[in-house]
């Protein structure tokens, strides 16, 4: 077991036999099962798993079971951040918590490193079709920096694995570095198909490429950003207009909790 152990790259995640993972996503969701798996099958750790999430259940079970790694999606963790038991609860084991599902947005991550002190947020971006696609380290994250390195803490980090992930434009050619097309990956981690859906499977996967849907762009060091779901991107005037970048900055008030930009029909714009 621990000759297996010693082949496997859990890079960041600082998992091994003496940890306690939280799983507190579902099952049929692919980050649920990725942190089953990380932690049993891959590290041979303790999971502790809850039915459901609910906060104070969250920080009682990390408390009592001195949980050091979570997997969660970003509503979750600011549900934590914004309960207010937050801070009656001791969360100092923890070590890695990780997040994936959707972006999270940067005022909800500083805050979160400066509770902890230190480095401690782990991202993955994926699908179910294709698994981890991008992968942003706990080191990575520079709070304080270049302006470079502060705007990188928008993106979803580099590519994740032995395989390729480019950005193209509506023909499937790579478009130039820092413009937005969609993200697409060839990996021998790709579904082979959706199961009887010949004509979604061949809408998804076209010349051995899987189209996730995401449009993003590619900075000069590799690190992706996300500016929306291709389907949300709404068009005004002419422009088109990446709701999450508008999210970004409604999260950025103080007296924002939540926020969702959807387009609405318009005769003029």
């Not at 570095?177 to 060839?186: D, K």
């Not at 005004?236 to 999450?244: L, V």
């Amino acid at each position: 077991h621990k000759s297996l152990l010693a082949e496997i790259n859990l890079p960041n995640r600082d998992l091994d036999q003496t940890d306690n993972a939280l799983c507190v996503m579902p099952f049929f969701h692919v980050g649920g099962t990725a942190a089953y798996q990380f932690s049993v099958y891959k590290a041979g750790a303790t999971s502790v798993i809850l039915e459901k999430f609910d906060e104070l259940d969250v920080f009682r079970t990390i408390e009592k079971e001195k949980v050091t790694y979570v997997n969660m999606v970003p509503a979750m963790i600011i549900r934590m951040l914004d309960h207010p038991d937050f801070n009656k609860y001791d969360l100092s084991t923890l070590k890695t918590i990780g997040f994936t599902g959707a972006p999270m947005p940067v005022e909800v991550l500083k805050r979160c490193t400066a509770y902890f002190g230190r480095p401690i947020i782990h991202q993955e971006l994926g699908q179910t079709e294709t698994l981890n696609l991008t992968r942003f380290k706990k080191h990575e994250y520079k709070l304080e920096g270049s302006a470079k390195d502060i705007k990188r803490l928008e993106s979803a980090g580099k590519p994740a694995f032995e395989g390729e992930v480019i950005i193209v434009d509506e023909k499937g050619n790579e478009v130039p570095r820092g413009q937005v097309g969609e993200i697409v990956s060839r990996s021998d981690r790709n579904m082979r198909g959706y199961w009887n859906m010949p004509d979604e499977t061949a809408e998804t996967i076209r010349n051995g490429w899987l189209h996730t849907g995401d449009l993003g762009r590619m900075d000069e060091d590799g690190f992706i950003f996300i500016v929306d779901r291709k389907k949300d991107m709404i068009i005004s005037g002419g422009e088109n207009i990446y709701s999450q970048e508008v999210e970004d900055v409604l999260y950025s008030h103080p007296a924002v909790l939540y926020a969702a930009v959807i387009g609405v029909p318009d005769e003029k714009w």
